[in-house]
């Protein structure tokens, strides 16, 4: 059974920073890509951040939103996803979901994604 189980949300200022984390399980996780999505109340899913497996060079992506604060990277000995989240915005506030894609290669596309965690909720004051 794959269990993606995300944690490290929280409140924090504008401006601040949080690293969210998704342990992974009952998955190849080195040989699938990641990605983190986000959701805020009244929107739809957004793309956040993706990471392609370590054997294609776990190359990433990120929206246009958050490139230059954000960075996502993956540990494939604890099976662990995480998301570093810096100079935090209120327009960041949002539930954080980790997702694991169907191939080796990162996409943008919700579509392209097999499993989905909880979700973290981020929330940022200004």
């Known amino acids: 059974q794959v269990q993606l189980v995300e944690s490290g949300g929280g409140l924090v200022q504008a401006g601040g920073s949080l690293r969210l984390s998704c342990a992974a399980s009952?998955?190849?996780?080195?040989?699938?890509?990641m990605g983190w999505f986000r959701q805020a109340p009244g929107k739809e899913r957004e793309f956040v951040a993706t990471?392609?497996?370590?054997?294609?060079?776990?190359?990433?992506a990120y929206a246009d939103s958050v490139k230059g604060r954000f960075t996502i990277s993956r540990d494939n000995a604890k099976n662990t996803l995480y998301l570093q989240m810096n100079i935090l915005k209120p327009e960041d506030t949002a539930v954080y979901y980790c997702a694991a894609s169907g191939s080796i290669r990162g996409t943008m596309s919700s579509r392209d994604y097999t499993y989905w965690g909880q979700g973290t909720q981020v929330t940022v004051s200004s």
């Open positions: 009952g998955l190849p996780f080195s040989d699938r890509a």
């Open positions: 990471i392609a497996s370590a054997w294609i060079g776990a190359k990433t």
